[in-house]
Nanobody
Framework: VQLQASGGGLVQAGGSLRLSCAAS????????MGWFRQAPGKEREFVAA????????YYADSVKGRFTISRDNAKNTVDLQMNSLEPEDTAVYYC?????????????????WGQGTKLTVSS
């Protein structure tokens, strides 16, 4: 499956932004989807994930209550709504897919990665 992430940019602390990921090439509904991020000088880390039906969602503690992941299986898209952004959220955000109903929070469980979209949160 091919993943194309978009929506990154520059936003002030406290602001909001929505990332979107468009999938193509395989049956989108066969995949659980997620977002990971990588800040400069740091390892890639889990942000949020959603199962293939959209019924199960998972969040890193650092974004819980601020970020919301959602998917539209008819449009083959997965979005990440980010509110109350903090400078610590600055990173390149990657859309990710793993085959199956159960979403994964582990990098090594991901089957496909998108190209990344950069978010910068200014203080």
């Amino acid at each position: 499956v091919q993943l194309q992430a978009s929506g990154g940019g520059l936003v002030q602390a406290g602001g909001s932004l929505r990332l979107s990921c468009a999938a193509s090439g395989r049956t989108f509904g066969d995949y659980s989807m997620g977002w990971f991020r990588q800040a400069p000088g740091k390892e890639r880390e889990f942000v949020a994930a959603i199962g293939w039906s959209g019924g199960s969602t998972y969040y890193a503690d650092s974004v819980k209550g601020r970020f919301t992941i959602s998917r539209d299986n008819a449009k083959n898209t997965v979005d990440l709504q980010m509110n109350s952004l903090e400078p610590e959220d600055t990173a390149v955000y990657y859309c990710a897919a793993n085959e199956g109903s159960q979403a994964t929070t582990y990098i090594y469980g991901i089957d496909y990665w998108g190209q990344g979209t950069k978010l910068t949160v200014s203080s």
